[in-house]
């Protein structure tokens, strides 16, 4: 997808009310952003869409909602404190500030592009082509490979080792340029803490510093044994939340991609010792098939292993999605082990252990995590269900193919014109249908031009109103990406928009 049309999506979003810039009319602020009317309805779709499959489809599972602030010291037993930092570098010309390691990652990644470059090439020039072999065996690829391998290594070891002088040699070796200046006239690599402090208490000299959390994980696990006993949950369990997470990012670009103040939807899987590995390798089948049961092309998405594992995981990869701008991480499964209850203990003090009935014994569970950003999904599903499309008439239109169970209108309600009883008739419609979907009634403007707004939003239906209705109780029901319209009876109105949209046509397919 090009760079114009990631352009098009964003200035779409604006235009029909999904996404402005947080305080606009004081110039927005850096990587904030508030959600319309039409967005709001699409994120709450898609929070509810990940709420069902992981909370009500799982007898296991339960979901809390934990405050924002947390004590301080559990951003210290987290690591956070000392350890959530990216590296940064800047260009001395230019003045920009990069991830020294997203720097890297996108070297690798243009490496990659010339491989399968070559492998697309011999795909076309030979018949029976076999592209394992071609892969191990072509000396180009082999070299660019080696390349790959060789600036992995090496960035994992820097990492590990904490040893930011070697990460900047690396981004010298590999003679990565600023893509402002074009220059690689760098600084040192330093690291930056990316939690956002603030401060608790009226009076300034009893007030303690606390910390907007940066990820929602940390409510779960303070709240283990809370929701263990409570819930009478037995091991394996999960516990889930959604909820708002901060983060001072280096580099805050593409557009709801990476924010400063965005929202996780987060789950925690305590298992068993051991067992770990077996349910990393569960996990990542579901959620990956919560991603496809959406309906896009499989080729939107695939799975991206780490190489530089963070420091309380033992297994670790992504979910990533073709974004406008690439394949991107949308979401990450860890397998955690016990770092986080097991530091918790050491730090209040208090035990955080589970009785296994089975084993007569208690220990201190392993976690798997599924940890996915609501931003960034809504950024994928925007994405994905973007399209310009030319009519056989030549006409142009601009519709958003949202699966039906997830669009922020389900129905638009539009009389025809609006005199001889239609806007009644019509909004008797409306008020039928409100208390199931969520519906929207216009009369404004010729019933094209509100197709074409509703078009606009990814309504899956347009129930129109006219003179017929009046004589013989039928309406024209118009299909959003067929554009078919078809006369139905106004007694069947809400079976017709209730089935389009229910539930069961995502979920029933995990
Ligand atoms: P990245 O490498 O892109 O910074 P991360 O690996 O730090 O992401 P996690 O800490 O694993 O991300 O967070 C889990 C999920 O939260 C991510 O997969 C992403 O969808 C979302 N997320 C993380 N940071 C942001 C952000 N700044 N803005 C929007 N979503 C985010």
Same mark, same amino acid.
């Given at each position: 997808?090009?760079?114009?049309?990631?352009?098009?999506?964003?200035?779409?979003?604006?235009?029909?009310?999904?996404?402005?810039?947080?305080?606009?009319?004081?110039?927005?602020?850096?990587?904030?952003?508030?959600?319309?009317?039409?967005?709001?309805?699409?994120?709450? %779709?898609?929070?509810?869409?990940? &709420?069902?499959?992981?909370?009500?489809?799982?007898?296991?599972?339960?979901?809390?909602?934990?405050? =924002?602030?947390? $004590? !301080?010291?559990? &951003?210290?037993?987290?690591?956070?404190?000392?350890?959530?930092?990216?590296?940064?570098?800047?260009?001395?010309?230019?003045?920009?500030?990069? @991830?020294?390691?997203?720097?890297?990652?996108?070297?690798?990644?243009?490496?990659?592009?010339?491989?399968?470059?070559?492998?697309?090439?011999?795909?076309?020039?030979?018949?029976?082509?076999?592209?394992?072999? /071609?892969?191990?065996?072509?000396?180009?690829?082999?070299?660019?490979?080696?390349?790959?391998?060789?600036?992995?290594?090496?960035?994992?070891?820097?990492?590990?080792? %904490?040893?930011?002088? #070697?990460?900047? #040699?690396?981004?010298?070796?590999?003679?990565?340029?600023?893509?402002?200046?074009?220059?690689?006239? &760098?600084?040192?690599?330093?690291?930056?803490?990316?939690?956002?402090?603030?401060?608790?208490?009226?009076?300034?000299?009893?007030?303690?510093?606390?910390?907007?959390? !940066?990820?929602?994980?940390?409510?779960? /696990?303070?709240?283990?044994?809370?929701?263990?006993?409570?819930?009478?949950?037995?091991?394996?369990?999960?516990?889930? #939340?959604?909820?708002?997470?901060?983060?001072?990012? =280096?580099?805050?670009?593409?557009?709801?991609?990476?924010?400063?103040?965005?929202?996780?939807?987060?789950?925690?899987?305590?298992?068993?010792?051991?067992?770990?590995?077996?349910?990393?390798?569960?996990?990542?089948?579901?959620?990956?098939?919560?991603?496809?049961?959406?309906?896009?092309?499989?080729?939107?998405?695939?799975?991206?292993?780490?190489?530089?594992?963070? $420091?309380?995981? %033992?297994?670790?990869?992504?979910?990533?999605?073709?974004?406008?701008?690439?394949?991107?991480?949308?979401?990450?499964? $860890?397998?955690?082990?016990? /770092?986080?209850?097991?530091? $918790?203990?050491?730090?209040?003090?208090?035990?955080?252990?589970?009785?296994?009935?089975?084993?007569?014994?208690?220990?201190?569970?392993?976690?798997?995590?599924?940890?996915?950003?609501?931003?960034?999904?809504?950024?994928?599903?925007?994405?994905?269900?973007?399209?310009?499309?030319?009519?056989?008439?030549?006409?142009?239109?601009?519709?958003?193919?949202?699966?039906?169970?997830?669009?922020?209108?389900?129905?638009?309600?539009?009389?025809?014109?609006?005199?001889?009883?239609? !806007?009644?008739?019509?909004?008797?419609?409306?008020?039928?249908?409100?208390?199931?979907?969520?519906? /929207?009634?216009?009369?404004?403007?010729?019933?094209?031009?509100?197709?074409?707004?509703?078009?606009?939003?990814?309504? !899956?239906?347009?129930?129109?109103?006219?003179?017929?209705?009046?004589?013989?109780?039928?309406?024209?029901?118009?299909?959003?990406?067929?554009?078919?319209?078809? @006369?139905?009876?106004?007694?069947?109105?809400?079976?017709?928009?209730?089935?389009?949209?229910?539930?069961?046509?995502?979920?029933?397919?995990?």
């Amino acid at each position: 997808m090009s760079e114009e049309l990631f352009k098009n999506i964003i200035s779409h979003a604006k235009e029909y009310g999904f996404i402005f810039q947080s305080s606009e009319i004081y110039d927005g602020l850096s990587a904030v952003y508030d959600y319309g009317q039409n967005g709001a309805e699409l994120k709450n %779709n898609i929070r509810n869409y990940w &709420w069902k499959a992981m909370v009500q489809m799982h007898d296991n599972i339960a979901g809390i909602d934990a405050a =924002i602030f947390m $004590h !301080p010291t559990t &951003w210290k037993a987290s690591g956070h404190v000392d350890a959530f930092n990216d590296p940064l570098i800047d260009n001395k010309d230019s003045k920009k500030r990069y @991830r020294a390691d997203v720097l890297i990652e996108e070297h690798v990644a243009k490496i990659e592009a010339k491989i399968d470059k070559e492998v697309e090439k011999a795909k076309k020039r030979f018949e029976n082509f076999d592209e394992n072999m /071609f892969r191990t065996t072509n000396a180009r690829v082999l070299e660019y490979q080696k390349k790959i391998d060789d600036i992995n290594v090496r960035f994992k070891a820097a990492m590990e080792q %904490n040893d930011l002088a #070697q990460v900047k #040699q690396l981004i010298i070796d590999c003679e990565i340029v600023c893509p402002v200046s074009g220059t690689r006239n &760098w600084t040192d690599v330093r690291q930056f803490n990316l939690m956002f402090s603030t401060s608790m208490g009226s009076v300034s000299e009893e007030a303690s510093v606390i910390y907007l959390r !940066p990820e929602t994980a940390q409510g779960i /696990f303070v709240n283990f044994l809370n929701v263990q006993k409570t819930g009478r949950m037995k091991i394996p369990f999960g516990i889930a #939340q959604t909820g708002k997470a901060f983060r001072n990012e =280096i580099v805050a670009r593409q557009f709801i991609f990476r924010m400063r103040e965005f929202e996780q939807m987060e789950m925690q899987y305590f298992v068993k010792p051991g067992t770990e590995m077996e349910w990393y390798g569960r996990w990542k089948e579901t959620r990956m098939k919560w991603h496809r049961a959406m309906g896009f092309p499989e080729s939107k998405y695939r799975f991206h292993d780490h190489l530089k594992l963070a $420091h309380y995981a %033992n297994a670790a990869c992504d979910i990533e999605f073709e974004f406008p701008f690439g394949f991107k991480e949308l979401e990450g499964i $860890h397998s955690r082990t016990d /770092f986080d209850l097991k530091s $918790h203990e050491t730090y209040s003090g208090k035990k955080l252990q589970y009785f296994d009935p089975e084993e007569n014994k208690s220990y201190v569970p392993y976690v798997v995590e599924t940890s996915i950003g609501l931003d960034r999904m809504f950024l994928a599903v925007l994405s994905a269900s973007y399209k310009e499309e030319t009519l056989e008439d030549g006409s142009g239109r601009v519709v958003l193919s949202i699966p039906p169970l997830l669009a922020p209108v389900k129905a638009a309600v539009l009389p025809l014109v609006n005199k001889d009883g239609l !806007p009644e008739k019509a909004m008797e419609i409306f008020d039928t249908l409100k208390y199931e979907q969520r519906c /929207f009634y216009e009369e404004k403007d010729t019933i094209g031009k509100r197709y074409r707004r509703q078009d606009a939003i990814g309504t !899956p239906y347009c129930i129109t109103i006219d003179s017929e209705t009046i004589k013989d109780n039928t309406v024209t029901i118009r299909e959003r990406d067929t554009m078919k319209q078809e @006369r139905i009876p106004v007694e069947k109105i809400p079976a017709v928009v209730n089935d389009k949209v229910s539930p069961n046509t995502i979920l029933k397919k995990l």
